[in-house]
């Protein structure tokens, strides 16, 4: 959608997005510009050496010649004061502008609904925050001023050389003109030579890190040799089309030189011709010399950021494109409260489909009362797990309301919502930190003591007393060092602590085993008493406890009633059982 | 700085030596780059000759003095000339560099993986992922970084000494002043390198740290937002990106300083031998068009010493990148093969596992564990939540050895196998189903020969051929990374037919199909069953349905084993057995007790 967008328009729209960068932008251009101004004092110093006392023919005069020079050094000097000034100015609101937008676009991506988050290659939404923002970092302090500077350098030159000898100078202008049009050819070819490169350097290092994430699956499988030819064939690609663009890009590069070389030829057969006319000094012509290769300079110093260029701007790009992305879930402008208590929640004609995809809900309607507690069962792809994600309003419906506590969902505050519905997802995330600390993620002020009581509560207490460092335990990245079933503990505990006044859970406890998975139902059946919870359940036994089963089958809310009413009516309930009975049977 | 206990004498050592290891595996391409850059030096230095030759010669004597300007077009000539000479050495220079350094980069590469395929997985476990990948990416990268200005570098130098050489030559007052003159620019230049090198690791620590928050937020997104932690994770990520910026502008500050002061010296030194060289001309000790070549040289000498500094330290950041591509090569705790080859679908073998003890860390996981499957047996792994039934599946498959004892199939000990030779008789199946960006019939093979009617009886009995088949392009069909296409309950059936396809003599499911519905499960078994493979099997479960399809079980608690025996033995033996796979049974006894 960021395709729409020039590249003025993605400069302006990161200007707009993080007004630091532009604060004080004009002046410390301004600055730059002064302190880049004295590289043409040492021409015109030469200049006025050569003419007006080496060549003259009284003779030279030492203190004319030290005036000259004390005047230009202490231009020299002013530059460097300026120069430093607006460079660290510069830096500064860089520095400042690019975090707030690599802050902003973190936000903005926490914010947007659970669908995007998974959707994208997580991968790349990390690149957003880090290698796209580092990018533009690196073209502003090095690329951009460079730029900026050089120009200016180029038009300061100019403005001398006018001042000196016009005829030569409009010559100067002609070529300097031409070699930019020879330029921006140059940047198309290459930036399509580039686009190769990125896709192949993503390309390798896609094939790279699969490579090194399938380690166990490789030693399992005995597919060493395999695994290394894929590599090395992503690679040997990669290589290739690096080193052809890079040859390529030398070559465009290297003509600078010949065009400054066919310049400066060219300055001093006209000039000397000139000169034996129009009465041209050679002081003058030399200066001119010098004044040619402060024109070249920054031509190359072009070639040279094309290609910082063009990653920042398609970083930038990037970057845009995610603050462009809609944010589906909003805060209410007009919030309602919701009332103390248990939770209630009523779904009218509610429908949802992925962006791409055919209906996962249909006309779902339904009532949970306050202290119900509901089963949701059915096969995989019924759309249990959305109906959940949608009843904890990390998705909103296509189609039809959800009320929660009686309150239409979008008008609740999200903070007041999330503190008193809890979900837990299947997964059972963890955060590279402490289990208590992991708790804490649900209750941020929760006391060591509270953490304590909360796993005593759900019977979880001999567990923790059996970790090396019990609540101080480390989990590792992703709660790496905990085995699936103890990852689930911690996120029910993390859920569990905040005393939610409705508890979704989608099959919390899949990988726990039945004893323990039995025991922490009954536990949290005990607790919630007078509370609401609905249980995506992946064990029928959950069904069996349960006030009201929902039955769902390819989106739709099939069946609904008690354990026992859904079991006598023989439909699509009686069949999901009848398996999970045969596979419960111990004898 | 000296943080790191780097001295700039230890980064010139140690980058030198770093250097050379490259060069010498690649020491054609080096030669041509320095070569280039001698091109290039050499034309700057004739560059400045000429042009002073012509400012005596032609400019002073056309124009001044008012000769013919004979020379005129020869000397435009040369001048031209010497710039094509010095844009082929440009091309030649920068082209081989850029060979040696994609080059090597894809070299290390391509070693690192080779090296970490043959590492121990307690050397993984100890790893984050993020980490390993980071060292194949941003640290090759840039571990080999110093390799890109090189040949500029050798070039530079040529260049410097060039220069002096020459303006010694033309007036040894002038040569004075410009010794005097190019030491202090290269000694303010490295010294300022040196100062900031120390603030860019701090930059580049942050960087991580700014990474790996993001890293982790964006995985944990649903937790975070089903817990409405959003504020929570944008603060502390806020945190370190404020963090990263002031280190930013830190450096920046600091390096602004040393920036326009090496910027601007050259143009100060210029003005400095102006004054000198007037006075020797006055002198007669040299002409104009030598003060023009000496100015000259030096205006083109300002560009290229600003970047001496830079290479010291591109020196001492590949050093620091280097040294993590060094800790990867430095590990040795590779897995030791032995000569044993595999007998291949020689139908089901027996297992024996005896004395096994394992530890991840200090905590015991398994201790002193005794174990035998009879050929052709399907046996069920049983225990509760965190007893250590995945450990010995991995110790099974050799993913870990044990601390102590053995574990034999077939009267081998499974670390005499030589290296790809154990998955021919043993395929494992994790809970955790890892599907790479393949085609279907790709993560089912592993680009191993196949047909594709073994590809579809191998999905057949993984339940799988219903959803294969409704793909859109069936076998063919592209997953994308890691299958995230495919539900977690089809994801565990390819794995689970990427077994099969194998007919293994020793097949592990390690709670292979718990995101998979159990009337479909339920079928899976029924298939697995009747299919009579040619296999032992061991399959980790808690549904009673999977255990009464093993013909034995083995009851797993307290870091051994409890019991072995059939399914009915161990619910009258071993009480905790029976309350572990009876649960449910219960639970639903008690509801019903409670109901009526």
């Known amino acids: 959608m960021s395709e729409r967008y020039t590249t003025g328009a993605l400069v302006r729209r990161a200007l707009v997005e993080s007004p630091a960068l532009r604060q004080g932008l004009r002046y410390t251009l301004i600055l730059a510009m002064v302190g880049q101004a004295v590289t043409v004092v040492s021409p015109i110093v030469l200049q006025m050496i050569i003419d007006e006392e080496i060549l003259d023919p009284a003779g030279l005069s030492l203190p004319g010649v030290v005036q000259k020079a004390a005047v230009a050094l202490a231009a020299l000097i002013i530059g460097v004061v300026v120069g430093r000034i607006s460079l660290l100015r510069l830096v500064r609101s860089s520095s400042t502008g690019l975090s707030d937008l690599r802050t902003k676009t973190f936000d903005h991506i926490m914010r947007q609904s659970v669908l995007h988050v998974q959707e994208e290659r997580r991968g790349n939404l990390v690149s957003r925050v880090t290698s796209d923002i580092s990018t533009l970092q690196e073209f502003m302090e090095w690329g951009g001023v460079g730029l900026i500077v050089g120009l200016s350098q180029v038009l300061l030159a100019m403005t001398v050389m006018l001042v000196y000898e016009w005829r030569l100078a409009l010559i100067a202008l002609g070529f300097v003109a031409f070699y930019m049009l020879m330029m921006r050819w140059f940047q198309r070819i290459l930036a399509k030579n580039y686009d190769e490169v990125r896709r192949e350097v993503g390309r390798s290092l896609g094939v790279l890190s699969e490579a090194t994430s399938a380690i166990p699956v490789v030693r399992a499988y005995g597919t060493e040799e395999n695994t290394r030819e894929r590599v090395a064939d992503a690679l040997e690609r990669r290589f290739r089309i690096e080193y052809v663009t890079n040859r390529f890009a030398n070559t465009l590069f290297s003509t600078a030189e010949v065009f400054a070389g066919l310049l400066t030829a060219v300055l001093i057969v006209v000039g000397v011709l000139l000169g034996i006319e129009a009465g041209m000094t050679a002081g003058t012509l030399v200066a001119f010399l010098f004044l040619a290769n402060l024109l070249i300079e920054p031509l190359q110093i072009v070639v040279e950021t094309l290609d910082f260029a063009q990653a920042a701007a398609s970083g930038l790009r990037r970057v845009i494109a995610v603050l462009d992305g809609e944010i589906e879930i909003e805060e209410p402008e007009d919030p309602q409260p919701l009332r103390p208590g248990g939770l209630s929640a009523r779904f009218e004609h509610v429908g949802y489909s992925y962006p791409t995809g055919p209906p996962v809900l249909q006309d779902v309607t339904l009532d949970v009362p306050v202290g119900a507690r509901v089963a949701v069962v059915g096969e995989t792809g019924s759309g249990k797990t959305t109906f959940a994600k949608l009843l904890v309003r990390l998705l909103d419906p296509g189609e039809g309301r959800i009320f929660i506590g009686g309150v239409h969902a979008p008008k609740i505050r999200l903070a007041e919502l999330r503190r008193r519905v809890s979900f837990v997802p299947q997964e059972g995330f963890l955060f590279d930190d402490t289990i208590a600390n992991n708790v804490r993620y649900g209750q941020p002020d929760a006391s060591d003591a509270e953490i304590w009581t909360a796993f005593h509560e759900l019977g979880l207490g001999d567990w923790v007393e059996r970790l090396p460092n019990r609540l101080d335990t480390r989990v590792g990245e992703r709660g790496s060092s905990l085995s699936a079933g103890e990852r689930q503990l911690v996120a029910l505990v993390r859920a569990w602590i905040c005393s939610p006044d409705l508890l979704v859970l989608d099959e919390a406890t899949s990988a726990v085993d039945p004893a323990l998975d039995v025991a922490l139902r009954r536990a949290i059946d005990r607790l919630t008493e007078g509370r609401t919870s609905v249980t995506i359940a992946h064990r029928l036994s959950t069904a069996e406890g349960a006030d009201e089963v929902l039955v769902f089958d390819h989106g739709r809310l099939v069946e609904r009633g008690s354990h026992r009413e859904l079991l006598a009516k023989g439909g699509t309930y009686t069949g999901l059982y009848a398996d999970w009975a045969a596979g419960t049977k111990a004898v | ?596």
């Open chain 2, 1 to 596: 700085m000296t943080e790191s206990g780097l001295t700039p004498w230890s980064v010139v050592r140690d980058g030198l030596r770093l250097i050379g290891r490259f060069i010498r595996a690649h020491p054609g391409s080096f030669a041509i780059g320095v070569a280039g850059a001698a091109m290039f030096a050499g034309s700057i230095i004739a560059s400045s000759l000429v042009i002073g030759w012509i400012t005596d010669n032609v400019i002073i004597s056309t124009l001044e003095e008012g000769a013919e300007p004979d020379l005129l077009y020869l000397a435009a000539g040369v001048i031209l000339a010497v710039a094509v000479f010095k844009a082929m050495g440009i091309v030649l220079r920068r082209t081989a560099a850029g060979w040696l350094q994609g080059k090597t980069r894809q070299d290390v590469r391509n070693q690192l993986l080779a090296h970490q395929l043959r590492l121990k997985m307690s050397w993984f476990n100890r790893q984050a992922i993020g980490d390993l990948l980071a060292v194949a990416d941003s640290d090759v990268q840039q571990g080999t970084g110093v390799l890109g200005p090189l040949p500029y570098a050798s070039g530079v130098s040529a260049l410097l000494v060039g220069t002096i050489v020459m303006v010694f030559l033309i007036d040894p007052w002038l040569g004075l002043g410009a010794v005097i003159g190019l030491a202090l620019v290269i000694a303010i230049d490295v010294h300022g390198s040196w100062i900031t090198y120390g603030m860019w690791e701090e930059v580049q620590r942050w960087r991580g740290r700014v990474s790996s928050v993001a890293h982790e937020s964006f995985d944990g997104a649903l937790t975070v937002k089903a817990l409405g932690r959003e504020g929570y994770v944008s603060e502390r990520f806020g945190t370190a990106s404020n963090e990263l910026r002031d280190r930013i502008i830190d450096v920046g500050s600091t390096w602004t300083k040393y920036q326009v002061i090496i910027k601007s010296l050259p143009q100060i030194l210029i003005v400095v031998l102006l004054v000198v060289g007037s006075v020797r001309i006055d002198a007669g000790a040299m002409s104009a068009g030598d003060l023009v070549t000496v100015s000259y040289l030096l205006s083109l000498l300002a560009f290229p010493i600003q970047l001496i500094g830079f290479v010291l330290w591109d020196l001492a950041g590949s050093l620091a990148g280097w040294q993590r591509v060094q800790d990867v090569f430095d590990a040795e705790d590779f897995v030791v093969y032995g000569e044993e080859t595999a007998r291949s679908r020689a139908g089901a073998a027996p297992v024996e596992g005896s004395g096994v003890a394992f530890a991840y860390e200090e905590e015991p996981v398994l201790a002193d564990l005794e174990l035998e499957i009879a050929a052709g047996t399907t046996l069920a792994v049983v225990g509760p939540t965190g007893s250590g039934k995945s450990t010995l599946c991995l110790l099974l498959a050799r993913l870990w050895d044990p601390d102590t004892g053995s574990i034999r199939l077939e009267d081998r000990d499974v670390r005499t196998f030589g290296r790809s030779e154990l998955p021919k008789e043993i395929a494992y199946v994790s809970q955790e189903s890892f599907l790479f960006d393949a085609t279907v019939r790709g993560n089912v093979t592993l680009e191993e020969n196949f047909s594709d009617d073994d590809v579809w009886h191998a999905l057949r009995l993984a339940g799988a051929t219903e959803f294969v088949d409704r793909l859109s392009d069936g076998l063919d069909t592209q997953l994308g990374e890691r299958g995230t296409t495919l539900s977690g309950g089809q994801r565990q059936r390819l794995a689970l037919a990427r077994a099969l396809v194998r007919k293994p003599r020793l097949l592990i499911l390690d709670d292979a199909t718990s995101a998979v519905d159990p009337s479909v499960e339920a079928g899976i078994l029924r298939s697995l069953k009747s299919a009579e493979l040619p296999s032992t099997i061991m399959v980790v479960a808690y549904r009673p349905s999977s255990i009464r399809l093993a013909d034995e079980v083995l009851y797993v608690d307290q870091k051994r084993v409890l019991g072995h025996g059939t399914h009915q033995d161990l619910l009258e033996s071993q009480p905790g057995y029976a309350r572990l796979v009876q649960a449910y049974e219960e639970e639903a006894r008690r509801m019903e007790r409670e109901a009526s």
